[in-house]
């Protein structure tokens, strides 16, 4: 299966793995000239702070989109994938992390999604949750998980 698109999401944790989250992108993306979708995933309590943040009077004023774009993750994403001839788009999503990216990969039809996590002990991930773990599963292309510290 040729990799003809890819499908980047980060969230609100995922500053500490960009450098790593960059490398496994443009190992990938970089041979094969694959389109690339930048995604930054937000809550609707992380878009709000994100909005008055960014000094913007009224979520409805400035689309999610546009959040992600000036958000420090992608930006430093987007810096690297520059620095490496990457070219890419950005999406902004807002609702619950793990059912957006599965929905933005359904959308933009990804042939793989890549996503950050960090490493968690079983007990963790039936406790707390896991975004990573959700898109794995659900998700309707191959994932690759990056993992952190």
Do not use: W
């Amino acid at each position: 299966m040729a990799i003809e698109k890819i499908l980047l999401a980060v969230g609100p944790n995922d500053a500490d793995r960009v450098s790593a989250l960059a490398s496994t992108l443009i190992d990938i993306a970089g041979p094969t000239g694959a389109d690339v979708v930048l995604a930054h995933v937000f809550t609707e309590d992380e878009f709000e702070s994100a909005t008055d943040n960014l000094d913007v009077a009224s979520s409805g004023d400035i689309s999610a989109d546009e959040v992600a774009r000036r958000h420090a993750t992608i930006q430093d994403l987007a810096t690297q994938l520059d620095d490496a001839g990457v070219s890419y788009d950005v999406r902004g999503a807002i609702g619950p992390h793990g059912e957006r990216i599965v929905s933005l990969a359904e959308s933009e039809d990804v042939d793989l999604a890549i996503v950050g996590g960090r490493k968690r002990s079983p007990t963790g991930k039936a406790v707390f949750g896991s975004t990573a773990q959700e898109v794995m599963l659900s998700a309707p292309c191959p994932v690759t998980f990056v993992r952190g510290d």
